[in-house]
């Protein structure tokens, strides 16, 4: 039988062993990624070479990382739309298969920042392809349940792996820890992306073909006006980046949050070495952020499709702001703990928030590269938030000055984020439709 000779339905319930497939897919990135956070840096200096105290250099690996995933985020989601999503989410995990076997023969911080170059890659291909696949294939309310299972997924990946790599560092060794961990985990992705997924595409061009058949007056989101119906990639990064002012809020509120994730991945485990803790019970401090994080998503998400995006990503901002503030108030593994967990509650009210807000307002003819625009912004900030942690605590001389620059920056980027964002859920806050033109939907 051909492979969509049969009406693509859209739905969780209806594609669940691909959108289950497609939820493997990011845990794997997730582990990919996650092995990179707590061995590397903590053992910057001994395995290494970092110099004591080199913040900006130690912080290089993480710039890289930043500023090569953002630009692969915004060509992914437009090169999905021309070759499909499993093509670019296959080019995502062949990018990858180096990058254990770098970490293992490395002599220098340099070929780290290389791997973690080759790890921006791969995050940006795989994550955004898992992102939009399914996004393609569910409906619109389900939009919040969907990207918090997405990122759930995901960042419990990530901190399961930084808890793994840990123990398999103590055991091993740090370096066939993370080369026995690494190819295992790529391997077992790159098989299943080759047998077990499915091109997802044609059910966006369905949901295109779906919306022009809309009765106009149903609930409609408040798509932005005046956009052509196949923008070009410029038309796209400007609607996204300033021209609508809803986008926008969103895609800087999406930059300023990368500030934290940026924080926990450089400066947490250094910060807590030195302070004396173990390396494992750094792994579980970095893993509570982490596990909290991924799994209140599944509760987050969910709530979003109930009550809206906009104010779960304002205080999710706060509350993100406040738990990294907290880190410096106070001493020992379990206050660490409690303050990685408020951490890990606000990234979970924000992270999948911000990103079905920008579906929400999105046409399904230029989702993906909306998607893939918002997460160019939004991973950038891994870069922008590294290079100012690091000349905060390097013209400071104090590594506490990072924690207090991150603070700061939620806090005002929350602030900007509830006065020029507004709701998106098409069911909280629907288009109306122009009295003289019936199909022309009225934003504001």
Known sequence: MPAYSMPLEHGIRGNAPQFVQLLLQVLLVGLTIGMMRTVVPALAETEYGVPRDSFVLLSAFVLAF??????LNF???RLSERIGRKKVLLMGWVVAVPIPVIVWLAPSWDWIVFATVLLGVNQGLCWSMTQT?????TRPEERGLTLGLNEFSGYVGVAAAGIATAYLAAAMGPRIGLLVFGLTVVGAALLLAIFAVRETLPWAKAETA????????RLLPRYPRNVPAQ????E????????????????????????VDALVWVFYPVFLYQKGVSLPNIGWIIGVYGFVWGGSQLFTGRLSDRVGRHMPNVWGMWLCGAGVAMMMLGEGVTWWLAS?????FGMALLYPNLSAAVADISHPSWRGSAIGIYRFWRDLGYGIGALGLGLASHFSGRIETAFAFVAVSMALSGGLLFAFGEETHPRLNPATPDPLNPSNLIEN
Do not use: M, Y
């Open 210 to 217: 779906a919306h022009l058949r809309a009765d106009p007056s």
């Open 340 to 344: 990685a967990a408020l951490t890990g």
């Open 133 to 137: 696949a399914q996004l393609d294939i």
């Open 231 to 234: 923008p070009t990639t410029w």
């Open 66 to 71: 930043g500023l090569v995933k953002g630009v």
């Open 75 to 77: 060509v992914a989601g």
């Open 236 to 259: 796209v990064f400007a609607l996204v980046s300033w021209r609508d002012r809803r986008l926008a809020a969103i895609s800087q509120a999406g930059l300023v949050e990368k500030f």
